[in-house]
């Protein structure tokens, strides 16, 4: 019995292990481009934003009830910045399998009764958000272009400090980053706590 509990725990640190040992972007890295299936049925890269002065990455689902909570933000910040040069770009990464409620057909709803203005895709291996070393939903990802004109990781965290009330926010970390940047002045908290659900990672 004891043998069975540590063969079946070490399979389980291997399999963390393969989850979040990879390296993921830090802070200053430039990011690979990607390509990506939106619920409008079209797909999503950074190439479709060439002219932005940077991207809001949020890692969000439909089943989460802290994505839930801060989807109105989530527009807010694309209603705010998309027109000064920073757009949405919200990513699901959940396994449907593991959470059939985050299915494509259930994104293309939740996009659809939420009024979506940014583009909403799923990211069907996992790929892009081990890349990102993204763990919960939701959680957010600046990037902002470098002198070299690639995209690179500005800031990675939670959206504010206020999950469940936004009347209640002291800290708009998000926000307060993009208008640092907006302005050419350093971003002075560059990761933060998300707090959410954690991403439903295949097994296989």
Known sequence: ????????????????????????????????DFSLKSTENTMVSMENYEDAKGIILAFTCNTCPWAKLYESRLIELHNEF????????????????VKPGDSFEAMQTRAADKGFPFAYVVDPNQEIT??????????????QRNAEGQLAVAYKGAIDDSPRDASAVNKPYVATAINALLKGEKVEVT????????????PS
């Open 1 to 32: 019995m004891i043998r069975t509990k540590l063969t079946l725990f070490l399979l389980i640190l291997g399999f963390s292990s393969s989850v979040f040992g990879q390296a993921a972007y830090e802070i200053g890295s430039p990011v690979a």
């Open 130 to 143: 081990r890349m990102y070393g993204a763990t919960r939903t939701p959680e957010l990802v600046i990037l």
């Open 82 to 97: 998309a027109p000064k040069g920073y757009p949405v770009i919200a990513i699901n990464p959940n396994d449907p399998e």
């Open 191 to 202: 990761t933060t706590k998300a707090i959410g659900c954690s991403i439903k990672w295949s």
